[in-house]
């Protein structure tokens, strides 16, 4: 194991401007939480959080600018200013970092939110409140690592452990159950034998948590470089409180489909409407659409996913026509990636089956092609407008729909004539 007292970590240098303008003030204030964890692991953190034994309205006077972002719960955003030009000063950004007091949660009645927080002077004391044990690390060049759970140890050994008794932490908030998965995804980590067993025991409290933040979480697992691990959440008996229909879904799809592809660890189609795509293959596409409008993803997500789920066994020919009418709902770069899923799906059984000898490559060469050529594909890319054929004498109406959809027909077996010469002498001048 590393020993604690030599870890240095290489704190931003808007982190060690704030933790040293505490110390000055006479305060503690260090890293803590996820951007410990990620940097004893080399990866990169997205947020540096920074708690500190300051009172709100002290960290308020202690910098000029601040947003009152939880305030009630002692958190308050600190806005560090960055010039975006060196001749012009009036040209800054303000970078935000969440700073909170150090505290203690008060009970849980709801299973989501303490009752009130009392400020305290121990950071100890904060740390304990915390979900597990790697998040519970702070540092600062002055004092080095604080480890009070053994976090180290357990990050070390690639385990999530609730810090404290895990029945207690999942009774504060049951969206942790959800979070232990995830982070288990994230990390590569397993969940420590007790704290699994607490998940299975509260594994019904996630109905008390909304829809909304269980998809982030969700969102945030299926994403990860393990995404297999959504298997977790059905041996922990969780899968049936996500949301209606989704403990129907097959868990395994993402193990098969790594071994299927000879076996790799990072899934390639990473989007998030190309994950959940995966998670519901197989699924009709109005079952998919509810499962996704009760998680609450976005109506952009959605349309995607449930275009991918509905087409992803669904055969496309090897001929030029008909991948051009296929591409007609949707955008080039969106049927590209329709294609990517299906190579991915081609090893595995239910895709033979259900899709049989379909040359899924042959498709992806001709689809390239098109592109390459910047063939005409859809309706708005016809030469031929609406305006010219009422300019030519046409009268407004469903006649000049139908005669635009003829050329359009035209042009997409044949894109060389996608000229209004070509089209206007074959289809108003031909006597």
């Known amino acids: 194991m590393k020993d604690k007292g030599s870890i240095r970590i290489e704190l931003p240098e808007d982190v060690r401007y704030i933790i040293g303008a505490f110390e000055e003030a006479g305060f503690e204030a260090f890293a803590v939480g996820g951007c410990i964890r990620d940097s004893l692991l080399s990866r990169k953190p997205e947020d540096w959080d920074i708690t500190t034994s ?14 009152d972002t939880g305030i009630k719960h002692g958190t308050v955003t600190v806005l560090i200013k960055h010039s975006l030009s060196e001749f012009n000063p009036d040209k800054y950004e303000l970078r935000p970092y969440e700073v909170t007091t150090y505290r203690v949660d008060g009970e849980y009645k709801d299973g989501r939110h303490p009752e009130k927080v009392s400020f305290s002077p121990s950071l100890k004391e904060d740390l304990r409140r915390r979900d597990f044990t790697v998040n519970a690390m702070a540092y600062n060049d002055t004092k080095g690592l604080v480890d009070e759970f053994d976090g180290l140890s357990d990050m070390e050994a690639g385990i999530i452990r609730c810090v404290g008794d895990p029945d207690e932490r999942f009774s504060e908030d049951a969206l942790r159950i959800l979070r232990a998965v995830r982070f288990e995804a994230q990390l590569g980590f397993g969940i420590e034998e007790q704290t699994a067993g607490a998940i299975r025991g509260h594994a019904a409290n996630l109905s008390l948590v909304s829809k909304e933040r269980i998809q982030a979480e969700l969102s945030k697992l299926i994403c990860s470089s393990h995404p297999e691990r959504v298997a977790e959440l059905w041996r922990l008996c969780m899968a049936e409180h996500i949301c209606g229909g989704f403990s129907e879904l097959s868990p395994e799809i993402f193990a098969e489909l790594s071994e299927a592809s000879g076996g790799f660890s990072e899934l390639p189609l990473r989007d998030k409407y190309k994950r959940y795509a995966i998670l519901l293959s197989g699924q009709e596409p109005s079952r998919a659409q509810s499962i996704l409008r009760e998680l609450r993803l976005d109506n952009d997500t959605i349309a995607k996913a449930v275009f991918l789920v509905k087409e992803l066994f669904v055969p496309i020919k090897s001929d030029s026509y008909d991948i051009k ?16 899923l299906k190579e991915l799906f081609a090893g595995t059984k239910q895709y033979k089956e259900l ?39 046409m009268e407004p109406g469903e006649e000049v729909g139908s005669l635009l959809r003829l050329m359009h027909d035209d042009v997409l ?6 000229s209004i010469l070509f089209l206007f002498s074959r289809y108003l001048y031909n006597g």
């Open 54 to 67: 300051a009172r709100p309205e002290e960290i308020k006077s202690i910098f000029g600018r601040t947003v």
């Open 355 to 393: 899709c049989g000898l379909e040359d899924i490559k042959s498709v992806r060469s001709i689809f390239e092609r098109i592109v390459r050529r910047d063939e005409p594909v859809y309706l708005k890319e016809l030469i031929v407008k609406g305006s010219d054929l009422i300019k030519a004498g």
């Open 413 to 418: 077996r044949h894109p060389e004539h996608n």
């Open 325 to 340: 009418l296929r591409m007609q709902p949707v955008t080039r770069e969106l049927f590209s990636e329709l294609i990517g």
